[in-house]
Nanobody
Framework: QVQLVESGGGLVQAGGSLRLSCAASGSIFSINVMGWYRQAPGKQRELVAT???????NYADSVKGRFIISRDNAKNTVYLQMNSLKPEDTAVYFCNAFIRTAFGGAWRVYWGRGTQVTVSS
């Protein structure tokens, strides 16, 4: 079994910062792309940022220059540093990861349960 657990969400004022963490645990052989997504009330889940095993990153236009994604491969953990937060960043933030549980096995995508981020104006 593989689990992804997010932490670090909370309530912050506009202009503030938060750092989200997502740790993968369980029967993990290797991890490829890791990412953060978010879903605001009444809206579809959207991509925030992704990072490959080689540390190549990709960001949604709405967060470029404000958010930074990083990972610690030794800890199977991905981070999202969120700066200059805006009320429109309010959402539940989910992490995901493409994981193989055995050598030569298939890549599967796993999701965390999400952490709430609320930005007050």
């Amino acid at each position: 079994q593989v689990q992804l657990v997010e932490s670090g969400g909370g309530l912050v004022q506009a202009g503030g910062s938060l750092r989200l963490s997502c740790a993968a645990s369980g029967s993990i052989f290797s991890i490829n792309v890791m990412g953060w997504y978010r879903q605001a009330p009444g809206k579809q889940r959207e991509l925030v940022a992704t990072i490959t095993g080689g540390d190549s990153t990709n960001y949604a236009d709405s967060v470029k220059g404000r958010f930074i994604i990083s990972r610690d491969n030794a800890k199977n953990t991905v981070y999202l540093q969120m700066n200059s937060l805006k009320p429109e960043d309010t959402a539940v933030y989910f992490c995901n990861a493409f994981i193989r549980t055995a050598f030569g096995g298939a890549w599967r995508v796993y999701w965390g349960r999400g952490t709430q981020v609320t930005v007050s104006s």
